[in-house]
């Protein structure tokens, strides 16, 4: 089956605030399809991306999230992730003392022990192997599973962490936020190199960037510009070459009211 | 509502008397010189207070221990290393012991030595073969120049009463190169007065291990231990020291490294167990280009106290002393550091730091740190720092994120607070049972 991601009018702000940041969003991600979600900034991009995950500092007010008809709203954090979705940070925060290859054996441990209480967990001979054909899949240097989550790791190791993470629990529907943002080209292109690995009949995409540049390098099947908290404009790839071509700003215009009327 | 403590009542002396040190050493026949440094040390006693409102106290409460039950010297009463937990006895590495001396009840039950030691002139036995076999060597350092009983109270109690012991001693230019293991492990409730001399001579180096627990019980113990870490020029010791004592017993502990010219100590100190534990930690740099690293871990819960007391003094000029400590506290537990680096004066370019991290794991818990510098040079690069954290929701969502549950997060995070500390322990072995104690701790 495939499974299908809808977000049907989505209200969220920061919790305990009164201003809504997510003031009706209307999306529908499919396995096997790319989606970029493009915007100004403060638009709600990250917002919509912790929010899909359950991040505890947002709080929802309306609408629902279905992953496969299942309500993902009434869902924690972990349980998201078993279900399926993936979120890859834009700023993954350090866990010191817990190397990234624990914390991932760990990881597929929590799906194995929610299927089978009973499971013993993935064996580590076995987990080996994943993670060294995943890193080396990726590029990615094998010492890196020993290295401490996040820790010291410079903004291009921390972005391809995340896709190596995405990479060994094979999510159904990944939300990529601002993975391009403080990649030089050269990062820039290991990470979507990565992505688009990955991406195909058995993963779909949410890409947020505020730069047309990563869809040079992941080709999105359909583009979205969210603006004032809503998805303002939908289209195909062109629809993000316009973007480049004029910038924001005739968004901004042709949608201001937006704003307005809410405030 | 803030408790105030009533400090009305004075802490309550065992009931000792000179007889019991006389008795002492008349049961062991020991050299006239010992004797005559017990009663020095006797006298000492008797003319200190118990400690109570003195600065490295008066955060400190014992009052609540019952010396009827705790002062009575434990009995072996027929003990064997049969009751001693399997998991003490484990070799530190592989399937070979270096040494293993296991004590029960203050009783020598085992005594092992690899061949290869004893070629290398290792001496590795209890205190009283050693007073028999080896007592020039014993004679000159035993509480002359680590503790000493001038040190405090119990320091001088110690002296005075202490009834077993560790000896070890790895002559000049030699390398004991298989860990030493020693446990002392209590069966009974009462008094133990535990002691441990280690002396490496000149280019001398080992590895050790020491440990401490004791069989639950409802009545209350005392443990006034003294451990004494001489590590002469060149020489390098590795030294790991765990305590894990029941609820009911009361530690009371002197514990002092003496790290002579381009000696290298590296000393890690866990506390895990006991009711309440002070204990003053301390390391001498006495030798130009002495460097001494200390480490500490401790994680108390269900109303255990923790003070731990450290001391870095920089007696030569050119030395490197390097502290850091990690501790969490969950539940009502309280716990205490304080940490101070001292220089004499003219010792120039010494680097001291010394740094306590805790972790905070309930609200009724409590934790202070207290560091303190008291430098009589000017070419000197001296710092401290302490800091308090909890579990921050942040790391959690981000674990929780990739599928882990909360409870799991929450273990994975304290276990990497403590993994900098534990991988200091040199025994892979001994990491991977701390780190279930501790994890042990944070399940409750």
């Known amino acids: 089956m495939t499974a299908t991601l809808e977000i049907r009018n989505l209200h969220a702000s920061v919790d305990g605030d009164e ?3 997510l003031r009706g969003i209307d999306l529908t991600v499919k396995q096997g399809e790319i989606h970029a979600l493009m915007g100004p900034n403060a638009s709600g991009k990250s917002t919509l991306a912790n929010v899909l995950m359950g991040n505890p500092a947002y709080e929802v007010h309306e609408g629902e999230v279905l992953l496969d008809g299942e309500d993902v709203l009434e869902m924690e954090p972990d349980e998201r992730s078993r279900a399926g979705l993936f979120l890859a940070f834009q700023y993954p925060v350090a866990i010191p003392g817990v190397t990234l290859g624990n914390f991932l054996r760990h990881a597929i441990n929590a799906r194995l022990k929610a299927k089978d209480p009973d499971s013993k967990g993935i064996p580590i001979p076995k987990f080996a192997r994943l993670m060294r054909g995943k890193m080396t899949q990726l590029h990615i240097d094998h010492s890196f599973a020993g290295r401490y989550l996040n820790e010291g790791f410079s903004g291009g190791e921390k972005k391809r962490a995340e896709v190596l993470q995405m990479a060994v629990l094979e999510p159904r529907i990944a939300v990529l936020d601002e993975t391009d943002s403080g990649l030089d080209i050269d990062a820039l292109r290991i990470v979507a190199d990565g992505v688009n690995a990955l991406t195909g009949p058995n993963m779909g995409a949410l890409v947020i960037t505020h730069y047309q540049r990563m869809l040079n390098y ?14 303002v404009e939908s289209g195909g790839p062109e629809l993000a070459l316009e973007l480049e071509d004029k910038g924001y700003e005739w968004i901004r215009e042709k949608h201001e009211a937006l704003l307005k009327v809410e405030v | 509502m803030a408790v105030v403590r009533r400090r009305s009542a004075l802490p309550q002396a065992p ?25 020095e040390a006797w006298e000492i006693y008797q003319r200190t207070p118990m400690p109570y409102l003195e600065e490295e106290w008066r955060r400190t409460d014992y009052r609540h221990i019952r010396w009827a039950e705790a002062e009575r010297m434990i009995q072996p009463n027929g003990a064997t290393s049969a009751l001693v937990p399997a998991k003490n006895l484990e070799p530190l590495t592989g ?10 009840n203050g009783k020598l039950v085992r005594s092992e030595l690899a061949d290869s030691l004893v070629a290398q002139g ?5 205190l009283r073969a050693a007073l028999r076999d080896h007592e020039a060597l014993v004679k000159e350092r035993l509480m002359t120049q680590a503790v000493q009983a001038g040190d405090g109270k119990f320091a001088a109690l110690h002296a005075a009463l202490w009834s077993y012991g560790v000896f070890v001693h790895v002559p000049r230019n030699s390398t004991a190169d298989l860990p030493l293991h020693v446990v002392c492990y209590n069966s009974a409730a009462g008094t133990a007065m535990g002691h441990v001399l280690v002396v490496l001579e000149d280019n001398a180096q080992a590895t050790m291990q020491v440990e401490y627990a004791s069989a639950d019980g409802s009545e209350h113990s005392a443990y006034i231990g003294a451990t004494e870490l001489i590590v002469g020029a060149g020489g390098n010791l590795r030294y790991v020291s765990l305590q894990d004592w029941n609820r009911e017993t009361f530690e009371f502990s002197h514990q002092r490294g003496v790290v002579g010219r381009d000696a290298q100590l590296d000393w890690v100190n866990g506390v895990m167990g006991s009711r309440l534990t002070k204990a003053f930690i301390e390391v001498d740099a006495v030798g130009a280009g002495a460097n001494a690293r200390v480490s500490g871990f401790f994680f108390a819960d269900r109303g255990q106290f923790f003070d731990l007391d450290t001391q870095q003094n920089h007696n030569a000029p050119l030395t490197n002393t390097d502290l850091l400590f990690k501790g969490a506290a969950r539940d009502n537990a309280r716990t205490l550091w ?7 004066p003219q010792m120039q370019r010494i680097d001291g730091y010394q740094v306590c991290r805790n972790l905070l794991l309930s609200d009724e818990a409590r934790m202070d740190s207290i ?22 929701e942040e790391p959690i969502y981000y674990l929780m994120s990739r599928g882990i549950t909360r409870p799991q997060a929450q273990l994975m995070i304290i276990e990497g607070f403590f993994d900098e500390l534990l991988q200091r322990v040199p025994f892979e072995r001994v990491r991977q049972r701390l780190m279930d104690e501790i994890e042990a701790k944070i399940i409750g």
């Open chain 2, 338 to 344: 304080q940490g101070m680096i001292k220089s004499l």
């Open chain 2, 15 to 39: 009931s000792y008397r000179l007889a019991d040190v006389q008795k002492l050493s008349d049961a062991h026949g020991e050299p006239a010189w010992l004797r005559a440094r017990r009663m």
């Open chain 1, 218 to 231: 992941i080709k999105p099947d359909f583009v979205h510009v969210l603006y004032g908290g809503r998805i």
């Open chain 1, 19 to 21: 201003d809504m940041i």
């Open chain 2, 122 to 126: 290792v001496i590795f036995t209890d």
């Open chain 2, 371 to 392: 560091p303190g510098l008291e430098i009589e040079a000017d070419d000197v690069a001296c710092s401290h720092a302490a800091t308090f954290g909890t579990l921050e």
């Open chain 2, 95 to 104: 399937d070979e012991q270096g040494g293993l001396l296991v004590f029960v």
